[in-house]
């Protein structure tokens, strides 16, 4: 088994952080319906 490059550790990372994000996004939410609003709302920002 090869060690990650530092490349594949990034995404790693950042694919990490985005799994948390929504995590702590759906916590705040009281509803499915309340989520998935929000979370169409950060797609379009983007």
Known sequence: MST???SEL???EA???ERLRL???AN???TLE???KRLEE???QQ
């Open 4 to 6: 990650p490059s530092t």
């Open 15 to 17: 694919r990490a952080a």
């Open 34 to 36: 309340e989520f998935k």
């Open 42 to 44: 950060l797609t379009r």
């Open 23 to 25: 995590l702590l996004l």
């Open 28 to 30: 705040e939410c009281k």
């Open 10 to 12: 990034l995404v790693q």
